[in-house]
């Protein structure tokens, strides 16, 4: 840890955590937003969109160890 705080500035640090907060409200946010017009547009029942959401980060999760296995060994 002193290593890091040696090496790296303050203000560094920081900022790292701040735009990791920012993309995790954002992330957030558009979720909201997708629930509320796939809820009340479309009809469609909320647990049928997180099921939905759940696919499709379970579908990215497999593909991006078949994407990764193809990288390190093509």
Known sequence: MNIIRKTTPKHAVS?????????????????????????????????VIGILLLASKVVDCISNFIIANLVDNG
Do not use: M, P
């Not at 907060?21 to 979720?31: K, P, Q």
């Open 15 to 47: 900022l790292l955590w701040s735009s990791r907060t920012i993309s995790l409200y954002f992330c957030w946010a558009v979720v909201a937003q997708v629930t509320y017009y796939c809820t009340d547009h479309l009809g469609l029942n909320a647990a």
